[in-house]
């Protein structure tokens, strides 16, 4: 069996333990040292519970367990699904020393983490995730929160898991399609940070794709590192941050022009690294041969190649609402190269234009 | 004119001044001093909107401002309200570098303050309070929050203000009974830590109830800077804190049977306080003229002198649900002279229950 690995973040008083490996939640003794409360609500939705709510259950035997079952989806990430998490505490009068343990992807994390932040000026807050893409985004970073019709994650906290616990095992039940928008995030690291992971997401991203168990721990344990590397030096994002941003200023119009919901956030993000390694390119930053590379690593992981013909109007208007544009630019992470990103509103605008008129189109 | 103070609140880089003094709001460089952001949004109710929603917006020429007016009353203190702060900020398309400045007492300061707190994940939060209880409590310790049907500020943040503005000017306004509410969480200060301030007050409580400025200056600084003490040594509330809640869980307790808004939070403190020096004298601890100085002075204050009815057995039950509590036992804050309390509950029943039976009554 692969040997489950453990990373520490280290945030001072506020540190906390990501375990990461298959059948985490069958191991009694790791659930009880991450977990140390004795009053616990699990928050979960109705995909992830039927899954994986009794695995979770058993482990936490011993414990006065209550659940608040949400419905699934990021339409459901309101203030007003926060309540009814407040509500569910409330009525299972629980104290300060309770624990919230979130069940599920990132949306259930956002939605999980913010109830545990605000339930009484804040208590603590578990992660156990069961998506690729929250086990390598999510686990790091403290944000919680969630969406205003006026614009994504717009009310929410900055709140400190106590511990992540990422059950690999989870992923099999894991739709292929949701996979492979995880990996999308995950190439992401190599290409802003580590040369040496994209190389080696180039020799085993079949090995992930198959869900093969020490490829999923390695990788997962990397991008955890690497986002806290970035994280550990910018916890309120005024600055290298910005980088895990790659690929979402396209991304993020794409979503929003397709509508929440028919483009997954990594397909959006795997588009928008693709258009931002062209526009690095034709900046002449980055060599053909390396886009050549990234095209081929994200098609390779079933990722869409291109964008939808949004028209080049409509995705400046919706670049423009991206929380990185300073005095009216769109700020755009690039890259230099292969493992090295860089935030950047200094380029030729006509550049943009052109890339723009080439991938989403003249018009829509 | 009585010259304004200024006091700081040393939390390293969330350090903030508090500045007290008459007439502030028409000082348009101690206004411009505190409160950098361009973008500004005010929350206030109905009641003090009409009488100091123009001064401040005088105070504030030169910004965007926008406003945002809730009804009066802590029925009001709700997560829903708060969803209607967070919309006023969305729409009035707020970044994160604004300020919410809250006008008015505590309930506008808890409700603004967890709004921002909560977005954009933390914006710039102002306090102008405009009651004593607000001017002398709420400017310290960060807490912001709202009730939940399940119990008192049961949702919230701590969140800590970029600066406080109490211009005692706005007391002019303020009705006689919650000047008088405001005046026992002044005398808190005196019994809990300062017995020369308590004998400061048995000089000056006719001043204070006159509004004379330079004494309200010198008692809310001193109540701001004591409260800061005792929060800097125990900022998340684990042991000294517990000290700021002389005469609560008797307070709560008649709160609560009443009905929250029939008694006042001052006033139910007031009688908690009363009903602590009592218990604190039974148990030989206070001496019986102590316990006569402060009848006294509250009197003076014009606060009310006994609890309501409630009988024994209601009265326990409510205390039991304090968050003092710990292995069943009601903790209470005791005093061992003027100016030194302490938390405990290591004391005999008996002593509890002849107390409450000679104060609320046997049965109700």
């Known amino acids: 069996m692969t040997e489950a690995g453990t990373l520490t973040i ?166 292929e399609r949701e996979l492979r928008a995880g990996l999308a995030e995950v190439i992401k690291y190599g290409l802003i940070r580590d040369a040496g992971f994209f190389a080696w997401l180039e020799e085993h991203i079949e090995d992930l794709l198959a869900r093969e168990p020490a490829a999923l721990v390695y990788a997962i344990r990397l991008c955890c590192a690497c986002k806290a590397a970035i994280v550990a030096r910018d916890e309120h994002e005024r600055g290298e941050r910005a980088l895990l941003n790659l690929g979402h200023t396209f991304g993020h119009a794409i979503e929003a022009a397709a509508g929440y919901g028919s483009w997954l956030h990594g397909e959006a993000v795997a588009v928008g690294m693709t258009m931002a390694a062209e526009m690095s390119a034709r900046l002449g930053w980055l060599g053909r041969r390396d886009v050549g590379r990234i095209r081929a690593l994200l098609q390779r992981a079933g990722l869409p190649p291109d964008p939808p013909r949004l028209g080049r109007a409509r995705a400046l208007e919706l670049m423009r609402m991206d929380k990185k544009v300073a005095s009216g630019r769109i700020r755009l992470v690039l890259l230099e190269a292969i493992g090295r990103a860089t935030l950047t509103g200094d380029y030729p605008p006509a550049v943009l234009d052109s890339l723009l008129e080439d991938t989403v189109g003249k018009v829509a």
Not at 49 to 55: G, K, M, Q, Y
Not at 63 to 69: A, F, L, P, V
């Open 10 to 175: 280290d945030l001072g008083d506020r540190s906390y333990p990501i375990v990461i490996g298959p059948g985490l939640l069958a191991a009694r003794e790791r659930v009880d040292a991450c977990i140390r409360a004795r009053d616990v609500l699990v928050v979960s939705n109705q995909t992830v519970a039927p899954l994986w709510l009794a695995p979770l259950r058993a482990a936490l035997a011993g414990r006065r367990i209550s659940e608040c079952i949400l419905p699934d989806g990021e339409e459901h990430k309101t203030l007003a699904i926060v309540g009814r998490v407040l509500d569910a505490l409330v009525e299972a009068r629980m104290n300060r020393d309770c624990a919230v343990v979130a069940l599920g992807g990132g949306v259930v994390g956002d939605i999980a983490g913010f109830a545990a932040a605000c339930y009484q000026r804040g208590v603590d807050y578990v992660q156990v995730p069961t998506t690729l893409l929250a086990q390598v985004d999510s686990s790091v970073g403290g944000k919680t929160g969630v969406n205003h019709p006026g614009g994504k994650n717009l009310i929410g906290a900055f709140h400190q898991p106590v511990a992540v616990l990422s059950d690999t095992g989870t992923l099999d039940t894991l739709p």
